[in-house]
């Protein structure tokens, strides 16, 4: 705590803001804010202080040798951050009415079927092997939830 205290003094001293110092590192400015604050775990602080230094130790080095800081910072803003999209989501899936049909006849056989089933049967319906088992894994906490709502009335 006591360090990062330091730092925080360290990093006011020099006018250097906390976005200066997390662009230079690659890391968020909520790093640098909750390092100062001490709200991250012991682990996360030891690991993280020699890396915080060591960015502000080149920045104070910058500012020294006379570059300007305002293109880092301005770069480093929050409408300027990159941000790297997430993995599209995968479109829901549909069954026909058909298949719904078999998935329940063997489900009144076997509620969990083996994975090899599960497979064959997603060869057959033309589904992926994911689908048709997440699909079981639906029907066992429906049949669950159903007897459980029975047993209460």
Do not use: Y
Not at 68 to 85: D, R
Not at 91 to 104: G, H, I, Q, Y
Request: net charge positive; hydrophobic share 40%; with cysteine.
């Amino acid at each position: 705590m006591a360090d990062a205290e330091r730092f925080r003094c360290a990093r006011l001293e020099h006018e250097i803001s906390q976005w200066a110092v997390a662009a230079r590192i690659d890391r968020s400015q909520t790093h640098v804010s909750r390092f100062e604050q001490g709200k991250l775990r012991p682990q996360n602080m030891r690991q993280l202080a020699p890396v915080l230094w060591g960015s502000l130790n080149a920045l104070i080095q910058m500012r020294k040798d006379g570059i300007s800081l305002q293109n880092l910072e301005q770069s480093s803003g929050p409408e300027k951050a990159t941000v790297t999209a997430a993995p599209a989501r995968r479109k829901r899936s549909t069954f026909k009415p058909a298949d719904v049909m078999k998935l329940k006849e063997v489900f009144a056989v076997d509620p969990s079927p083996h994975r090899m089933d599960r497979q064959v049967l997603a060869a057959q319906l033309g589904l992926e092997a994911g689908v048709v088992t997440t699909w079981f894994a639906n029907a066992r906490q429906r049949k669950k939830h159903l007897e459980s709502f029975q047993a209460a009335v």
